[in-house]
């Protein structure tokens, strides 16, 4: 089987068939683990666990942003909170 390297707005991509994929068991939106063998590209499907807000803040230092409370004033016309 062969698949041809085409333009992907500033990238280059290239189309997998169905039937690839479904023989690789990898659907939409699954993430895959690339490496390199002595000039081959190697695609591994790989299974990505679900992580709390805590876990991915954790990557940040556990901050969640450079957020603070913003003070808009009294509300005006019809705005509620």
Request: charged letters at 35%.
């Amino acid at each position: 089987m062969y698949a041809q390297v085409k333009a992907w707005g500033n990238s280059q991509g290239i189309r997998l068939s169905k039937e690839v994929l479904e023989s690789a068991g990898i659907q939409k939106n699954d993430f895959l683990e690339i490496e390199f063998s002595d000039g081959s590209i190697i695609l591994k499907k790989i299974k990505q666990p679900h992580r709390t807000l805590e876990e991915r803040a954790k990557e940040y230092g556990g901050k969640l942003g450079p957020y603070e409370e913003f003070d808009w004033g009294e509300p005006m016309g019809r705005e509620r909170w």
